[in-house]
């Protein structure tokens, strides 16, 4: 078929001839290194929540602590610091004034812990601490002590959210302009190199800069990174690539946990997690370029060199007259493309169509709302998950593996039932289970650590199915301009996450998980007004879009 075709000088795409040649080894060797680098690619929007995260301290009472080995939880605490009532742990630098006597009594005078000698009713700073654990974070390290400094570990979190926001765009116009493979690379080895750099920097500052320029370095990785992958395969396999590709993608979490537990240094596991990333480099001499890219750039001999490749790693050869089929295709898509009618849509443009179609302009607010939602649930989870009851090394790992179920569950579902569904029952059972967490006894540890990685299933099969509803819900002529407006509030959320933690400290551990839970349930709820999509055709015009789901 794919000879008679060329030879009869009918125009042919990449999709038809990768139809033709089928899933061979060198894909599955390039998805398979495409994987790796998604894998590594999310250390930087995560590594925060370790380097950052707070320590279990309380202030060293000299008259009462063993100087040489002080324990962070005595029997005795209660006497001696005052403890929240809303976290049930003791201040962070607070301590009752320590009177040496008493009606002209030495207090100390028989050398042992007179609890008489504190005044309840009289409290005073400390400078002195006894932790409760032996990891060094940039609490110790910068010295960012007590309740009223908190705002900077959480601030870490919303500079690199920051950093994604400004990074992403501008990958975006790098990708376009020297190839999806350029900026894997140079993303991937600068981000190892702004990595390793932050691990020796000696002020919160100087944290901060290397944390803000690694966010905006890696920010592109991830999508340069699945579209090269999925671009090298045929349409028929790009579901399977698509998912086992994105499955490598929590991994990287797993292992930074798991790092960090082995560690207990945030130098140090920086620069184990960071180092390796410099073998991206190597990609270069194996890794193809994005053939449609490469198309778009009349760059044909690189394009059939690559599908050389392909053809021969599937017992196959390509034919010569295929390029002259490209080239006509290239030609073709080129002309269409400077036709007057087929102009880009200016800004103005834009708006008013949005505008002008009341179904439209409602459904981006419900699907931007929804996005909003779906961040800020996300990774608030994985953030709280280091601040909730037990180890919480393992909790993050647990909290970032239950993904890889949620991603292969997730397509299961909106290849059997129907979008909308999918879409507002995970939002929904994302919220039960948050909500249950705080429902539960403190005792009931792990029927609390199983509701709250269920929410975080849920969400992730929420996140995985609002991808492809919001593609398939606009207009081909405004699908990547409402899909982009969608994801940037999206990225509001994961903006906001890292603030939970204040919440936390400020109102008590239960509020954060409470919130996430009602405005998932508010999103489950809206969802349901969304159109239904499942194999429908998708709609090329805004009139087109309006009745999506009518039929």
Not at 11 to 19: K, R, T, V
Not at 22 to 50: D, E, K, R, W
Not at 77 to 89: A, G, M, S, Y
Not at 396 to 419: D, Q
Request: hydrophobic share 45%; with cysteine.
């Amino acid at each position: 078929m794919l000879y008679q075709e060329v030879n009869s000088g009918e125009i042919m795409d990449l999709d038809e001839i990768l139809s033709n040649f089928g899933l061979g080894s060198y894909q599955v060797t390039v998805c398979a290194l495409m994987g790796l680098v998604l894998m590594y690619s999310n250390i930087s929007p995560l590594s925060y929540a370790i380097t950052a995260s707070d320590l279990k301290y309380r202030c060293e009472i000299p008259q009462c602590d063993d100087i040489e080995n002080p324990i962070y939880d005595p029997v005795w605490l209660n006497r001696v610091v005052p403890f929240n009532e809303k976290t049930i742990e003791p201040y962070k630098c607070l301590k009752y004034h320590y009177q040496p006597t008493i009606n002209g009594t030495d207090t100390s005078a028989n050398g042992t812990c007179n609890f008489k000698a504190f005044d309840e009713n009289s409290k005073e700073r400390c400078n002195k601490w006894v932790f409760g654990e032996t990891e060094r974070t940039i609490v110790n390290d910068f010295g960012i002590m007590c309740e009223e400094n908190k705002w900077k570990l959480s601030m870490v979190g919303t500079i690199n959210s920051i950093g994604q926001f400004v990074g992403i765009p501008l990958a975006g116009f790098i990708s376009d302009k020297y190839g999806r493979k350029f900026i894997l690379i140079i993303g991937s080895v600068s981000s190892a190199i702004l990595g390793t750099a932050r691990s020796f920097t000696t002020d919160y500052y100087s944290f901060l800069l290397f944390e803000l320029l690694d966010s905006m370095a890696s920010s592109g990785v991830y999508a340069a990174t699945f579209v090269l992958g999925l671009e090298l395969v045929s349409p028929k396999s790009r579901v399977t690539v698509s998912t086992l590709m994105g499955c490598f993608y929590p991994m990287g979490a797993v292992i930074m946990g798991f790092a960090a537990y082995m560690i207990l240094d945030w130098r140090i596991m920086l620069r184990v997690l960071y180092l390796p990333g410099l073998l991206i480099l190597g990609y270069a001499w194996y890794v193809p370029e994005s053939m449609r890219w490469l198309q778009t750039q009349n760059r044909i001999e690189e394009m059939a060199n690559v599908l050389s490749k392909v053809a021969k790693s599937n017992g196959k050869t390509l034919p010569s007259s295929v390029k002259e089929a490209l080239i006509a295709n290239t030609k073709a898509n080129s002309d269409a493309t400077n036709s007057p009618d087929e102009s880009q849509l200016s800004c103005t443009k834009l708006m008013s169509k949005i505008f002008s179609s009341k179904e439209i302009f409602l459904r981006l607010v419900n699907c931007s709302f929804c996005w909003t939602t779906i961040t800020l649930v996300y990774y608030g989870l994985s953030l709280t998950s280091v601040e909730f009851s037990g180890n919480k090394y393992l909790n993050f790992m647990l909290v970032n593996i239950v993904e890889v179920p949620a991603f292969l569950t997730s397509w299961y579902f909106m290849e059997h039932y129907s979008r909308r569904n999918t879409q507002a029952f995970s939002f929904l059972f994302s919220g039960i289970g948050c909500i249950m967490v705080n429902l539960i006894p403190t005792h009931y540890l792990w029927v609390k650590l199983t509701l709250f990685l269920s929410s975080k299933y849920a969400i992730t099969m929420a996140f995985n199915t609002m991808y492809v509803f919001t593609a398939e819900m606009f207009p081909t002529e405004l699908r990547m301009s409402l899909f982009g407006i969608a994801s940037m509030f999206g990225r509001m959320g994961s903006m906001f996450a890292p603030q939970m933690t204040l919440l936390s400290a400020y109102f008590g551990p239960y509020i954060p998980i409470l919130l996430f839970g009602i405005i998932s349930f508010m999103a489950g709820a809206l969802a349901f007004l969304f159109p239904e999509t499942k194999d429908q055709k998708l709609p090329d015009t805004v009139k087109q879009a309006e009745f999506v789901g009518e039929v």
